[in-house]
């Protein structure tokens, strides 16, 4: 145990030395999550709206009013016909335009050319427009539903936080563990220094495990980091158990530990070992309910996203941060993340040692 206190105290060492290391390790994730919560969002936020108001009622007026006081659009000069706002919408003077008949209907014209947003954009004018339109009211809408209203549950303010920053931190987990210590294993192979080690008294198991470890404390910090972050500056509320979503988490890092490991196995170089540890941002990224709702694709791919890593950790950090339910909800992702665990890290032991005897 003394040994390999000292091997792993070395490992420690050799990481706070290297400036490098330490800025991909500590200060990269908490970039990463602020750009993501800050910068890539699905909301709707200061789109331009213009009224095209025919009816000119005190009901159109109240709409016209509402809307301009929403925090989501802003408004911009009125138009006197139909034709008008189409042309606005053509030439990216607005992104949505709300037309009001001599009739009292409602139309919502978006600009489609980005189907996503304009999606967003008419669902959050409906929900600004919906409470106005009441039976006393002048106003009725084509597509009005009467006693019908739509609701988000977990997320009502349909805030693109709560969606990404679970996603984000098994990203980041799984890029930092796995391209760091893969490349730390590749670089004692590089050196011939793995052959010394390995040499010592002490077992493969033990000298992998020694240089492991360090990446699971820093990975342990930056969960931390990734929290306050998430909380504090992002405002993602932590409306289930902390102290499942940490435990979850702490599986989900030896996951990527393990899935390091088996990558310094297969390869011989450190860009070898960086390129392949970067190609799991694909499968992270398109395969794990991330960016993309896993229901619309191809039955083929959704059976590949099962051996996924990220697809089951990403599902019980947000079914528990956000959605808060009771632990046994994600012990499915809980025992299919400790079996990944298992699996890859039996697998990644005899390679290692077959590779290197």
Sequence with gaps: MKQFICFTRKEFIHIFRDSRTLLILLVMPAVLITLFGFVVTTEVRGAIATICDEAMTQDSRRIAETIGTSQYFSLTSPCGSIDVAEDKLRSGQADVAVCINRDGEVLILCDGSEP????????????????????????????????????????????????????????????????????????????????????????????????????????????????????????????????????????????????????????????????????????????????????????????????????????????ILVQGVEVRYVVKDFAILFVMAVVLMVISVKLFKKRLS
């Design 116 to 319: 996503n947003q304009a999606q967003m954009r008419g669902a959050y004018m409906m929900q600004i427009i919906t409470p106005l339109l009441s039976e006393g009211s002048s106003i009725s809408s084509p597509s009005y539903t009467g006693g019908v209203v739509a609701r988000s549950l977990f997320n009502p303010q349909q805030r693109s936080e709560y969606n990404f920053v679970p996603g984000v931190i098994g990203l980041i987990v799984l890029l930092i563990c796995a391209m760091m210590t893969s490349i730390a294993i590749v670089s004692e192979k590089e050196n011939g220094t793995m052959e010394l080690l390995l040499a010592s008294p002490l077992s493969p198991l033990t000298i992998i495990s020694a240089k492991l470890i360090p990446y699971f404390f820093f990975s342990s910090i930056n969960l931390i980091t990734i929290l306050l972050l998430s909380h504090y500056l992002l405002g993602v509320p932590f409306v289930g158990s902390l102290t499942a979503f940490v435990v979850v988490t702490l599986l989900y890092i030896v996951v990527s530990l393990a899935l390091g490991l088996l990558i310094s196995t297969v390869v011989r170089t450190q860009m070898a070992a960086l390129l392949l540890s970067l190609l799991l941002i694909v499968p992270t990224m398109y395969l794990s309910n991330f960016v993309f709702p896993l229901d619309s694709l191809p039955l083929p791919m959704q059976g590949v996203s099962n051996i996924v890593p990220a697809k089951w950790y990403i599902d019980a950090a947000r079914r």
